[in-house]
C-alpha cells in the first residue's frame, strides 16, 4: 500500500544552522506532496506543497522539491530559528478510486538560541 | 478569519457515557474529515464526508460515528466511549476531493476516557 516515511527525530539544531527532514514516499499514481507544521498545542497547519514532479513548494523559508526518479520530497531551509520548533509531518494524497490523505509519523525539530 | 474550529478543547468522560465533538468550518468546504493521533502512530483517518450527506469510513471507524447534514457542521459521536479512544482528535476541510487541495486543521481535542 501507499506509504510515507520520515526521517526519525528528534532533530536538534542551533539557531542559523541548516535544516533537511527527509521524506520519501511509495504510491502507485502521481500523488500530491505536502508538507504540514504543528506547533505545540496546535493543529497542524499546511505549510507548502507540490502536485507534479519537479514542482518546488515553498513558504517561509521552507523548500521541498518533488523527485519521481527517488519517490522523496525533502523539507530545507536555509537557517532556521528558535520560532521553527515544531514537530513537521509529510504527507500524501493521492486517488485511487477514494480520495486519500497519508501522513508521516512526524519529525519534532527542536532549535536552540 | 477562515478557520476550523472544535469543542471542547480538553474533555475527560466515563466509559460508556456518550459524548459528541463538535466540527465546524467558514470556508464553504466541501471535504471534511476527521483523524485521531496517537503517540507513536502518527494520524490516522476515521472518517471523511465528501459533501452533504455523504460519509465514508476511513482507516480506524469502529466506534465512531459522524454526520454532515449542513455543509459547515461535521461532528463526531462516540455512541459509547472506551479507554482505547482516549486520544487528540483533528477535524480537518478541504475546499474539494481532490490531489491539490491540503487541508485546514482544527486546533484539536483531547479526549481521556476513564
Known amino acids: 500500500g501507499n506509504s510515507v516515511t520520515q526521517m526519525e527525530g528528534p532533530v536538534t539544531l542551533s539557531e542559523e544552522a541548516f535544516l533537511t527532514i527527509n521524506c520519501t514516499y511509495t504510491?502507485?499514481?502521481?500523488?500530491?506532496l505536502f508538507w504540514y507544521v504543528q506547533y505545540p498545542g496546535e493543529g497542524l497547519q499546511l505549510l507548502l506543497k507540490?502536485?507534479?514532479?519537479?514542482d518546488k513548494g515553498s513558504n517561509k523559508g521552507f523548500e521541498a522539491t518533488y523527485r519521481k526518479e527517488t519517490t522523496s520530497f525533502h523539507l530545507e531551509k536555509g537557517s532556521v530559528q528558535v520560532s521553527d520548533s515544531a514537530v513537521y509531518f509529510c504527507a500524501l494524497s493521492e486517488d485511487t478510486g477514494g480520495f486519500k490523505t497519508i501522513f508521516g509519523a512526524g519529525t519534532r525539530l527542536f532549535v536552540k538560541a | 478569519e477562515a478557520q476550523v474550529t472544535q469543542n471542547p478543547r480538553y474533555l475527560i468522560t466515563v466509559t460508556g457515557k456518550k459524548l459528541t465533538v463538535t466540527c465546524s468550518q467558514n470556508m464553504n468546504h466541501e471535504y471534511m474529515s476527521w483523524y485521531r493521533q496517537d503517540p507513536g502512530l502518527g494520524l490516522r483517518q476515521i472518517y471523511y464526508s465528501m459533501n452533504v450527506e455523504v460519509t465514508d469510513k476511513g482507516d480506524v471507524p469502529e466506534g465512531y460515528k459522524v454526520s454532515r447534514k449542513e455543509k459547515r457542521n461535521f461532528p463526531l459521536i462516540l455512541e459509547s466511549p472506551s479507554p482505547n479512544q482516549t486520544s487528540l482528535y483533528f477535524c480537518?476541510?478541504?475546499?474539494?476531493?481532490?490531489?491539490?487541495?491540503?487541508?485546514?486543521f482544527g486546533s484539536g481535542t483531547r479526549l481521556t476516557v476513564v
Open positions: 480537518a476541510s478541504s475546499l474539494k476531493r481532490g490531489l491539490g487541495y491540503g487541508y485546514t
Open positions: 504510491a502507485t499514481g502521481y500523488p500530491s
Open positions: 507540490a502536485t507534479k514532479a519537479d
